[in-house]
């Protein structure tokens, strides 16, 4: 860890969280930018530009007609062997959707940053998890960030996890709509050149325009090569989860911020526990404190990457738990929960000594959560782990 | 020959040569047939040009025949030959009956 006399007040700064992701791309300078930014992410591609038009970055800036057509952009850049990025939100990472499954399985490294917010209808542009959510299956790796200085931090990471020879896959770094993206934080942002090094350079296998060695990327894969090709990806999800702890320890060791699957807060002596998601794991943070005043031996498990699903670790990190609470910022509405409840069970079901475990889909188009909903939630914790109350998804900040 | 399993093959599917969609054939699903007649051509070429699938075959300048394993019967071939009559005709592929374009 960094110790504090070696901190300088100008090393921090205040910046939101598209701001601070900008400023990586800046740093990171990729080959190519393909983008058709749209709210709330919108404001990254604009600052990026501005870095562009300022002679700061030597990227190959892409304007295109939709989102569909951005990540059409970024597959093609990358196959030919650039090292590319782009930037989304909401719908606009819905009419992805269809090519998002093509970068992924032609395991093309791109990285997305992803600005979360919630699906129309109705039309609304506040945060929710509903549009990563909706494409959590498309081989994508998923990183989500507490705040500004963790989505920085993520993106940073997220080009060496992605271009990591065992992994060659997609990643999305994703934080919460407005309340990281426009929310102005304190920042610590690296020096360009600790970027560049951690980064490093690209090094793809191979690149559509060497001529020298023609290549077919994209042919037909029949029921001859289909499976085993999908087969594949499941291989290198499985291998990127040792990457992505090692590139968070990494950081760690270099710029004193380490970080792996989960960040748990109090979790050590916790009897009852709460598993968020992105931005609200601050507002738990708050929750926790209080209830600690209170007696209540709580804790927080604040997930942080959702693809690959960290499974050993989960079962692992919750071993101690009487009773946990699964925040969902989007639901299935599948009458059975939102995704990471279902993710979360599914993982613990086989275990003989797991917590008693239940569901809170909350905030979603954007409503408010606050510490006092939270403690609510954990409140209703011991009733759950006595046998008191029965375990079934439910609403938390609706209008009943 | 035992097909590889997913761990022998490149990853996403690429293949790391050139020229291999040539060892495909898919000229099966062809309707219309195309059928070069060497009296007629003036080798003028306007067909390889046009030619979307790189059917023509041609030889030291002239044109010789039609890969039936990748031509796909649009007839561009045909409607830009130059000559009157035409050097290439479409034909619709029943006419032939059963009969593979190699045996004609
Ligand atoms: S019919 Fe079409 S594909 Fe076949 S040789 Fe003529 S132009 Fe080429
Ligand atoms: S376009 Fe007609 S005349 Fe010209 S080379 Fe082809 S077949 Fe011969």
Redesign the interface.
Known sequence: MITQDKLKAEDFVARTGNEAVAEAMRQINPDVVAAYPITPATEIVQIFSGFLADGLVDTEFITVESEHSAMSACIGASAAGARVMTATSSQGLSLMAEVLYIASGLRCPIVLAEVNRALSAPINIHCDHSDTMAVRDSGWIQIYAENAQEAYDNLIQAVRIAEDQEVKLPVMVCMDGFIISHGLEVVRLLKDVQVQRFVGPNKPAYSLLDVEYPITVGALDFTDFYFEHRRQIAEAMEKAKTVICKVGEEFGVEFGRSYGFFEGYKMEDAEYGVIAMGSTAGTAKVAVDELRKKGMRAGLLKLRVFRPFPVTELINATKGLKAMAVLDRADTLSTNGGPLFQEVCTALYAEDHRPKINNYIYGLGGRDITPFDLEKVYQELPKLAAGEEKAKPRYLGVRE | MK????KE?P???????????FQYATGDWRNSRPIHDLELCINCLRCWVYCPDASIKVKDGKVVGIDYDHCKGCGICSKECPTNPKAIKMFNETDFGESHPSEF
């Open positions: 097909a590889p399993n997913w093959i990853p996403g599917g690429v293949i790391a040569k050139g020229g291999t969609a």
